[in-house]
């Protein structure tokens, strides 16, 4: 899309009624390669300038947190080589990109089981944590080895754990107890989820923290998905009336 498609959209746009925390499944990479004749881990590879392009326009919106749905638990089940070849793009991107992300102000969070992730990778990106953790800019989550169902049971063996030991009273367990023992434990619940790739699913993220989230759901595969289509999924949140179960004054 060209700047001045951009310019009109940033026009539109009510930066007083920014979503604070944005989640993003990227979804349709292997599609988009497979239209071109090449193979899935291209798309996935060409799926990293729409990931920068993200980060660049939530900085520019002032959007308190992205979460990017990068790797999940299905995506184990996938052949040795697609996951060999996304577990290198990850910590080869993290390296390549972790100046600019230190100079961009951004503070990197990884939510998901660390322990199945391959050492190498999984160095290069508690590396990056560390480095960022003092940052206050843009919080990007990047979900990897992430599900919401694991999440949840994590969550609860830990709870219990704690209540076994005292350390928490059962009466006292509520919804703050919860998000407390979460991967997002230090973010909001997701005000807006956007789904590339033209499918109608959540397929297991987010699921606690999606619970009122706006739903925006787009045909264009991720490798293709730029500037102009993240403005249009906020001016689509900026429609809708979020109500929370009550009755809008
Ligand atoms: C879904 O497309 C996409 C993925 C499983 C991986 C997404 C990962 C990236 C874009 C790289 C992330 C890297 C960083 C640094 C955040 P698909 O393979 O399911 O596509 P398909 O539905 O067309 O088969």
Known sequence: MNAIVHKNLGEIIDYSNIPSHVAIIMDGNGRWARKINKERFFGHNR????????????????????????????????????????????????????????????????????????????????????????????????????????????????????????????????????NEHLYTENSKNVDLLIRTGGEFRVSNFLLWQISYAELNFQKVLWPDFKKYHFLNAIIDYQNRTRRFGKIHA
């Open 47 to 178: 799926g990293i300038n729409s990931v920068k392009e993200s980060i660049d326009v939530s900085i520019e919106l002032g959007i308190e947190t992205l979460t990017l749905f990068a790797f999940s638990m299905e995506n184990w089940k996938r052949p040795k080589s697609e996951i060999n070849a996304l577990m290198t793009l990850l910590s080869s991107s993290i390296e390549n990109e972790l100046k600019s992300i230190i100079e961009n102000n951004i503070k990197l969070n990884v939510i998901g089981d660390l322990d199945l992730v391959p050492k190498k990778t999984r160095d290069k990106l508690l590396n990056a944590i560390i480095k960022t953790k003092n940052n206050d800019g843009l919080n990007l989550n990047l979900a990897v080895s992430y599900g919401a169902k694991q999440e949840l049971v994590r969550a609860i063996k830990i709870i219990s754990h704690k209540v076994k030991k005292n350390i928490i009273s059962e009466e006292n367990i509520d919804e703050e107890t919860i």
